[in-house]
């Protein structure tokens, strides 16, 4: 069974309000910091990727891989793309290319691909006058099955 689906499998748990629930398989490792959970949808503050695959990548990697995400992924409330690269430290900053307007400010993807072995999804929400904090973000669980699907197939 491909290691997306076993954690959609994982996700259908009675109990996971409040819990990381994880599946490995191959030197990949897939989590989801849940924060409540129902029939259909999840509320998660973040989708990880840790894998063996990115360890010692060089920049010119980790930005193909960033690539391919910005193409994949394009099924969010709002798309992403890169915004930033750090040569030095190896990481690619994906945001929300139109954040969402609320009456108290912004809330917006971020998505970090990092040598080291790490593909991370959260949600910030930025009120004016303040610093940004990362807020839940609430997905079907065929969304983030797709998700952890589309991280996996990136780094392949």
């Known amino acids: 069974m491909p290691l997306a689906q076993t954690l ?7 109990q996971i309000d409040g819990t990381v629930v ?3 398989e191959n030197g990949d490792r897939l989590l989801v910091r849940v924060d409540q959970a129902g029939a259909l949808a999840l509320s998660l503050f973040e989708l990880r990727l ?16 960033a690539t391919q995400l910005t193409e994949k992924i394009t099924y969010l ?10 040569a030095e430290a190896c990481v690619v900053q994906l945001r929300s290319t139109k954040p969402q307007q609320g009456v108290e400010g912004v809330c917006y ?20 006058g303040a ?26």
């Open 22 to 24: 994880s599946a490995a």
């Open 8 to 14: 959609a499998g994982k996700l259908n748990a009675a």
């Open 50 to 65: 840790e894998t063996d695959k990115l360890t010692a990548a060089p920049m010119p990697h980790v930005k193909q891989v």
């Open 77 to 86: 409330l709002e798309p992403i793309c890169p915004v930033e690269s750090d």
């Open 131 to 156: 610093l940004r904090r990362e807020v839940a973000m609430n997905l079907t669980k065929e969304v983030v099955t797709r998700l952890a699907a589309d991280f996996l197939a990136a780094v392949d």
């Open 109 to 128: 993807y971020e998505l970090l691909v990092k040598t080291g072995g790490a593909i991370g999804l959260c949600r910030y929400e930025k009120a004016k």
